[in-house]
């Protein structure tokens, strides 16, 4: 007999699975079995997603639903892996613990080049694998180098079509054909979520503003995090959205709604702040918003493509700057959202829903961007990236790229080789900045 593993973390991409599942992507089994990871910073005060409303309706699927963190307790999903010689050992415990015999074990899982994707499938050691993406990472490079043992058992990467016509880049360094989850069965599963989350406020087109949490990956520092938000609240009340909801994530402080609220008494906003953990597009069905606003959300790729909705990014710019190392896993997902959706403050493009960059030029970017964070992973992509940078590189594109990062690959839009020196000579960065501090001082 056959038993299919389906490894979740998030009800996103629980409601993926079961999208798959009823469109037939998997083959027949004798049973199927959901083990879900909470992987929050402090999982022993954060609800899992079997926990969360909505998650009845996906569980039916289903034959069992197995907790990976009550499995590895008190480990964390995040930080454990087996040590290379106790696998066995896990692995007969695992079929003991978990009632699977003898049976023939196929894996489905996520992010399969960290844990807990990765301790799974080193523990299962011969169990083909199927990788599915339930956001915008899959448009990337695979983050870091995986060990061929596991590389070269994932048989195809599935992924939701939310941006139309660009192909995935990850796990395409060992041959991994991607395939699409159809849109309208996962639409049909959302559709299902729609009347879930006890307590939602009945709220009619409001601009909708999408908090992250991006402080706790150390993208942002905390109060960074909170002046994004009450950015968001001001660019929707300046567009005229006076009634205005707030979505923080499941896991934020609730100092951030209380400052949000404090502004919005500020600026006389009618602002909702949610807090029941639902699904992003249970609210874009419920109360179908005038306006969705968030910094890179895959969510916002969803109200737009999957649902027609008006949407505006805030902050994007900044955190391509910021985001380090320049190898980042969210360098792809930011630079897709900052090339296709428009920013909140143009006020212009957001009423006409600009569509920034085309298909072809920003699979063109996203390539270029791919390669210039994992050359070693992805070295066939460097004629399409040197191509790229000769044609577009300018004013509006340079965001995407460093210029030490071009330099160290030698590609176009590096230094000069004659002026390499300057960015490693600590004379030269001394006296910059003593300039700068006298240009600030005489502009005070």
Same mark, same amino acid.
Request: charged content about 20%; hydrophobic content about 40%; proline content about 8%.
């Given at each position: 007999m056959t038993t299919q593993i389906f490894m979740a973390s998030t009800l996103y991409g629980t409601a993926t699975l079961a999208a798959a599942v009823d469109s037939g992507c998997f083959g027949p089994a004798g049973r199927r079995v959901l083990l879900v990871s909470n992987n929050s910073t402090t999982p022993e005060t954060t609800p899992g997603i079997d926990e969360m409303p909505g998650f009845e309706r996906l569980r039916g699927r289903f034959d069992d639903v197995i907790s990976w963190n009550e499995t590895i307790s008190p480990f964390h999903p995040g930080g454990w892996a087996p040590r290379p010689d106790d696998v066995p050992l896990w692995e007969r415990h695992l079929r003991l613990a978990w009632d699977l015999g003898d049976d023939d074990v196929e894996l489905v899982v996520e992010s399969i080049q960290v844990?807990?994707?990765?301790?799974?499938?080193?523990?299962?050691?011969?169990? *083909?694998?199927?990788?599915? #993406?339930?956001?915008?990472?899959?448009?990337?490079?695979?983050?870091?180098?995986?060990?061929?043992?596991?590389?070269?058992?994932?048989?195809?990467?599935?992924?939701?079509?939310?941006? *139309?016509?660009?192909? %995935? /880049?990850?796990?395409?360094?060992?041959?991994?054909?991607?395939?699409?989850?159809?849109?309208?069965?996962?639409?049909?599963v959302l559709a299902a979520l729609v009347d879930t989350g006890d307590g939602l406020p009945a709220v009619e087109a409001p601009a909708l503003l999408l908090g992250q949490y991006l402080s706790a990956l150390g993208i942002v520092t905390a109060e960074e995090e909170e002046d994004l938000h009450v950015r968001m609240l001001k660019g929707a009340v300046a567009l005229g959205h006076h009634r205005v909801v707030f979505k923080p994530h499941p896991s934020a402080p609730a100092r951030w709604s209380r400052a949000l609220e404090k502004e919005a008494g500020r600026i006389g906003a009618d602002l909702t702040v949610l807090d029941t953990p639902v699904? =992003?597009?249970?609210?874009?069905?419920?109360?179908?918003?005038?306006?969705?606003?968030?910094?890179?959300?895959?969510?916002?790729?969803?109200?737009?493509?999957?649902?027609?909705?008006?949407?505006?990014?805030?902050?994007?710019? %900044?955190?391509?700057?910021?985001?380090?190392?320049?190898?980042?896993?969210?360098?792809?997902?930011?630079?897709?959202?900052?090339?296709? /959706?428009?920013?909140?403050?143009?006020?212009?493009?957001?009423?006409?829903?600009?569509?920034?960059?085309?298909?072809?030029?920003?699979?063109? /970017?996203?390539?270029?961007?791919?390669?210039?964070?994992? %050359?070693?992973?992805?070295?066939?992509?460097?004629?399409?990236?040197?191509?790229?940078?000769?044609?577009?590189?300018?004013?509006?594109?340079?965001?995407?790229?460093?210029?030490?990062?071009?330099?160290?690959? =030698?590609?176009?839009?590096?230094?000069?080789?004659?002026?390499?020196?300057?960015?490693?000579?600590?004379?030269?960065?001394?006296? #910059?900045?003593? #300039?700068?501090?006298?240009?600030?001082? =005489?502009?005070?």
């Open positions: 844990n807990p994707a990765l301790g799974v499938a080193q523990i299962f050691t011969g169990a *083909p694998l199927t990788v599915y #993406a339930d956001g915008l990472m899959s448009y990337g490079p695979t983050r870091s180098k995986i060990d061929p043992l596991v590389g070269t058992r994932v048989d195809r990467l599935l992924h939701l079509d939310l941006v *139309p016509g660009l192909t %995935p /880049l990850l796990l395409t360094e060992f041959g991994v054909e991607p395939e699409i989850v159809p849109t309208d069965a996962f639409r049909e699904l =992003a597009e249970v609210l874009f069905q419920r109360m179908r918003p005038a306006l969705v606003v968030g910094c890179f959300s895959t969510a916002l790729i969803t109200a737009s493509a999957l649902y027609g909705l008006p949407v505006a990014r805030v902050g994007t710019e %900044p955190l391509l700057e910021r985001l380090t190392p320049y190898e980042n896993s969210n360098r792809v997902p930011v630079t897709v959202v900052d090339a296709l /959706l428009p920013e909140l403050s143009d006020h212009a493009a957001v009423a006409g829903q600009d569509r920034g960059t085309g298909t072809d030029e920003l699979t063109e /970017l996203v390539r270029a961007v791919g390669y210039a964070m994992q %050359p070693r992973i992805y070295p066939e992509l460097r004629p399409e990236a040197e191509r790229y940078l000769t044609r577009h590189l300018d004013g509006s594109t340079w965001r995407y790229f460093k210029r030490r990062r071009l330099t160290s690959l =030698a590609l176009p839009g590096a230094v000069p080789s004659q002026l390499a020196f300057i960015p490693r000579n600590a004379t030269v960065r001394r006296v #910059a900045r003593r #300039a700068r501090s006298f240009k600030k001082a =005489a502009l005070g």
